[in-house]
């Protein structure tokens, strides 16, 4: 007799033994070996007699008058870890194993069970953390990876609509898997048409392949059913696309102004579809990976497991660094690589890969396994935007085979020469790679205008063609002269001399576009009545200096001190931090570097610090109260900072480091952080520093007209402020659209802090997402903000937006906007500019 994994259902929990009764037979009506409803043949029979057998096991089974219900023989098997009370004298299950029988055929599984019920140490593995392969194993049966159709719902349910117009894409499944993993005692499905798939899996939400308007069933069985349901089709009937997948770079548009080459010649002409915009010439880079040649069987399935632990783990902060590496570049296209965090933690993928291994398999070999499979019902879809996720499961499956077998990341890109990279198909993680090789353009041979891939070289603005078709490569060799136009999605090998012509001029062309864009970026940005506002940068390592002066950027208003502590697997030296602000300054010189202490906690822990796990840990020990709590720390980071003004000095070169302290909440914080600080530096004979502070709680706002007599500067930290303000996590995925800066409540609380501040000639900077949004940047400049802090690539558009508007306008503007109650009106009263100018 085989036994479906679907009918062992593993981590239940149940409030009494009736609940598990009905939990079984409701399995055993679903898989089809009942007629009807089984449950009360369950009751009847311990009725009669209780089915205990020993050490934590039951076999409950219908009486006898239900054989007439029996379809055919049948066994369901349900683990309860906490355990259900299952007689009179308190004998507590944790394995029950359910028979609907009508022959003899569940003999052989009692005979096991047997064995199962004498063990002591089996019986509770079983029962508590053991997985359903080795369950099935247990009981001497031939296991199916194939599961039942799930094309029935569980009992509580709800049809919804997809609102989103891009579908059921990367984005949506990750939010909705993150949401429905957060109830773990409670089973959940979504199903589409004839299939469903647990909520919990992103990958396996992908599969579904369902599109804008389809309707889907939210289901689900346990103790918080009801909540989950209602939760989920909440979330997905409001919309779950409040942030484009892509930002901005979502679609192609190609670059007006700017022509294809007209009747291009060359030994070979390619055609495939424009992916990101612009046109190159260089020599040909042919890009074939290396193959893992992974080996299958393994003797030791426990080491496997710690292997592949480990491997996720080690996967998951390499796809850290890569979302804070795109972040100053793309900061909305960053999301893809949390979306990859994603798939590390999908309990169907590393559940399923984990019983790979448990039937003796090597970790690299069963990850890769488990993935295949996801990536194959992938492919099998329709939707293109949908099916291009595939190579996102097909990036991580790499990953974190690599590292379980010392491979490297396989990148073996040019870097002594101009390149167009042409490959089968480049993975996200390769992508976002090429910002530090000389690469002209991209052409793959697969992939589509909507992939990662493409999404992350508009972001990086490489030039890209995709779906060139397969046997390419082998029609190329390395260092043959190519010209790319995405204009026309062309690659032409080997031009001949009018064709070179052409592009070379096209390249010109597309150069003066980019010129006339970025023509004013260096200029001072001053409103049409003279008013000066300091445009500055947030960065968060010493290699995005350089993009601050690249951009037009004036200094940094916020360095993001964390990349020290995070990437270390201990707390860094005095030395190390020295080294890294020290690269900083040696590119800024004497331009202003506000230095944010360690913003740790919340949403960024650091292994190597001992932190207590909090329920709410944005409203517990982060920012200024962790470092108050690790003074140690807190003072070696104050040295670094110290030593590096010291080294400027001694290089005469005027110290703009500016020292800037997180989370301050009441006046004595910032009280204790000053006089630590001033410590520091009397220890050092150090040159003063200006001091100041984040508003980005409350409290702090409310309490301005008294900070502001102590601190140097303030500098509104807009993402904490709005949640905080509002109580509205500002990435939950129901609230984000809520959580709004153009809150009136908000912009009081930056009205009062300003006010404060001037009253004793302090100035105001703005340091979060909200300064790059230009009817926003006009708020806070008519508030009286006086710097606006934003990535290195919004410079530009911040700057020009500034120099086109009259201060005095803005201030009429703003005093209008503190008049309004509802964000909403606020926005409408932005919506003409024409009164700005």
């Known amino acids: 007799m085989t036994l479906s994994l679907d009918d062992i259902l593993i981590r239940q929990s149940v409030a009494s033994k009736d609940e598990a009764l009905n939990l079984l037979a409701e399995q055993m009506l679903k898989s089809g070996y009942v007629a009807a409803d089984y449950s009360d043949a ?100 031939e296991v199916t990876r194939e599961t039942t159709s799930m094309a029935e719902d569980f009992p509580v349910h709800r049809q919804v609509r997809i609102i989103d117009k891009a579908g059921m894409h990367a984005r949506p499944a990750t939010l909705l898997a993150e949401q429905a993993a957060g109830y773990s005692d409670t089973d959940i499905r979504i199903r589409f048409g004839n299939k469903a798939v647990n909520a919990k899996s992103m990958a396996s939400i992908l599969t579904l392949g369902a599109s804008f308007e389809d309707e889907l069933i939210i289901s689900a069985q346990g103790p918080q059913a009801e909540a989950a349901v209602s939760y989920l089709a909440d979330m997905l009937a409001q919309g779950l ?84 590496q795109m972040q100053q570049s793309a900061p909305a296209d960053a999301a893809i690589f949390k979306a990859q965090q994603q798939l ?68 073996q890109f040019p870097h002594d020469r101009d390149f167009i990279l042409v490959a089968s198909e480049l993975t996200p993680s390769q992508t976002a790679y090429l910002d530090q090789v000389p690469i002209k353009a991209i052409c793959t041979e697969l992939g589509g205008p909507n992939s990662h891939m493409a999404i992350l070289a508009r972001a990086l603005g490489i030039p890209a063609i995709v779906g060139a078709g ?45 010129d006339v864009e970025n023509s004013q970026k260096f200029e001072a940005a001053v409103t049409t009545d003279g008013v000066g506002i300091e445009v500055v940068c947030n960065i968060a390592k010493p290699q ?28 860094p030296t005095v030395d190390e931090q020295y080294e890294s602000l020290k690269q900083i300054v040696s590119v800024l010189g004497s331009r202003q570097l506000i230095v944010r202490t360690a913003d740790i906690g919340g949403d960024k822990p650091v292994s190597w610090l001992h932190m207590p796990h909090e329920d709410n840990p944005f409203l517990g020990v982060r920012g200024i109260r962790l470092s108050l709590r690790n003074e140690a720390m807190f003072r070696n980071q104050l040295k670094a900072i110290y030593q590096t003004a010291i080294w400027q000095h001694e290089q005469q070169v005027s110290s703009g480091i500016h020292i800037m302290f997180p989370m301050i909440a009441k006046l004595s914080e910032w009280q204790v952080a000053r006089d630590i ?29 008294h900070l502001a007599k102590e601190v140097d500067f303030f500098s509104i930290g807009s993402n904490d ?26 912009l009081k609380l930056i009205d009062m802090t300003v006010k404060a501040a001037k009253a004793h000639g302090k100035w105001v900077g703005v340091c979060g997402n909200m300064a790059a949004d230009p009817d926003m940047a006009s708020i806070l400049v008519g508030l009286g903000v006086s710097e606006l802090s934003v990535s290195p690539a919004n410079v530009p558009a911040v700057k020009l937006l500034i120099r086109s508007v009259a201060h005095a306008k803005l201030q009429e503007k703003a005093a209008k906007a503190l008049q309004l109650g509802h964000s909403r009106e606020i926005r409408k009263l932005y919506e003409d500019r024409s009164d700005l100018l």
């Open 42 to 141: 369950l009751k009847a029979r311990e009725a009669q007699v209780s089915t205990y057998l020993l050490n934590g096991v039951a076999i409950p089974h219908g009486n006898a008058e239900a054989k007439n219900l029996v379809l055919k023989t049948g066994i369901v098997v349900a683990q309860f870890p906490q355990g259900v009370v299952w007689n009179d004298r308190g004998e507590m299950v944790h394995l029950a194993v359910g028979i609907a029988a009508n022959s003899d055929e569940h003999l052989q599984v009692l005979s096991k069970l047997t064995n199962v019920v004498m063990d002591e140490t089996l019986a509770r593995r079983l029962g508590s953390t053991a997985s359903a392969i080795e369950i099935a194993e247990a009981l001497g049966q």
């Open 241 to 324: 696309d409040n942030e484009a997948e892509a930002g901005g770079h979502a679609s192609y548009n190609p670059l007006q102004g700017l022509k294809s080459i007209e009747n291009p010649l060359g030994r070979l002409i390619v055609k495939g579809a424009a992916a990101s915009p612009g046109i190159a010439s260089a020599g040909i880079y042919v890009f074939k990976e290396e193959e893992l040649q992974l080996q299958k069987t393994a003797t030791d399935p426990e080491e496997e497991l710690r292997a592949l632990d480990a491997a996720l783990l080690r996967a998951f902060d390499q796809l850290t660094e890569l979302y804070q």
């Open 344 to 411: 590390l933690r999908d309990d169907s993928i590393v559940a399923t890969a984990k019983d790979i291994i448990r039937e003796g398999h090597k970790a690299a070999w069963s990850w890769d396994r488990a993935l295949k499979d996801q990536i194959a019902a992938l492919e099998a879809l329709e939707d293109e935007r949908i099916k291009a996720r595939a190579a996102d499961m097909y990036d991580v499956a790499q990953r974190v085979a690599r590292i379980l077998e010392n491979k490297g990341d396989g990148f």
């Open 470 to 514: 397969t046997g390419l490569l082998e029609r190329l060799s390395d260092d043959q002269a190519a010209v790319l136009d995405a204009q026309a999605a062309t690659l032409i090998v080997e031009p001949d001399e009018q064709t070179r012509l052409q592009a070379d001029q096209l390249i010109k062309a597309w150069k003066d576009i980019q």
């Open 544 to 571: 995005d200096a350089q993009s601050v002066l690249e951009n037009g950027g004036e200094g940094v208003g916020l360095l993001r001190t964390e990349f020290m502590f995070e990437a270390s697997a201990v707390e």
């Open 677 to 705: 600080a001033e410590q520091v530096r009397r220890e050092l004979n150090a040159p003063v520093l200006p001091l100041g502070i984040m508003i980005e709680v409350p409290s702090a706002a409310l309490l301005a007209d």
């Open 721 to 746: 402020l709005t949640q905080y303000t509002l109580a509205m996590d500002r990435l939950h995925p129901q609230l984000a659209a809520e959580a709004d800066s153009y809150s009136p409540a908000l």
